[in-house]
């Protein structure tokens, strides 16, 4: 998962409704960007000043941005139909996620097109299941 972006040497992370008013209350600003003519935000706030002099002090804003991505991605999964089954895990990926198709074709289609697009996805791998040694239900 992705949480932060840096725009022109200044650190923006991700805020959402949970967190938004934490961002606000420490003066932090949010990102704007011009786009057909209007200026636009998106959710992710400038990290506090101080913050980003100290570990110890980053440590509790990088927390409320994971926290903000991984609720976005959850509440997205959800809505994927192939996705039978998600695992948070403890690993060098986020996400385990268990999905089902057709054929490959269709599986290509879902992973590029719905998988891919998730909140906060900064890459995905595959890994195909080529038989069952044991299931317990």
């Known amino acids: 998962l992705f949480l932060a972006l840096i725009i022109e ?9 949970h967190n938004r008013a ?11 960007y011009e786009a057909r003519g209007k200026t636009q935000t998106i959710s992710y706030f400038s990290a506090p000043d101080d913050a980003m002099e100290s570990p110890v002090l980053m440590q509790p804003w990088a927390r409320l941005a994971f926290e903000a991505a991984l609720r976005a991605f959850n509440r997205a999964v959800l809505t994927v139909p192939e996705v039978e089954q998600c695992h948070m895990m403890a690993s060098s990926f986020d996400y385990l996620l268990k999905v089902r198709t057709s054929d490959i074709q269709s599986y290509r289609r879902v992973l590029g097109e719905t998988i891919s697009t998730l909140p906060h996805v900064a890459s995905t791998s595959t890994y195909v299941a080529m038989e069952a040694v044991k299931e317990v239900f």
């Open 9 to 17: 040497e200044r650190l923006y992370l991700k805020t959402d409704p």
């Open 22 to 32: 934490r961002f606000e209350a420490a003066g932090c600003e949010p990102f704007r």
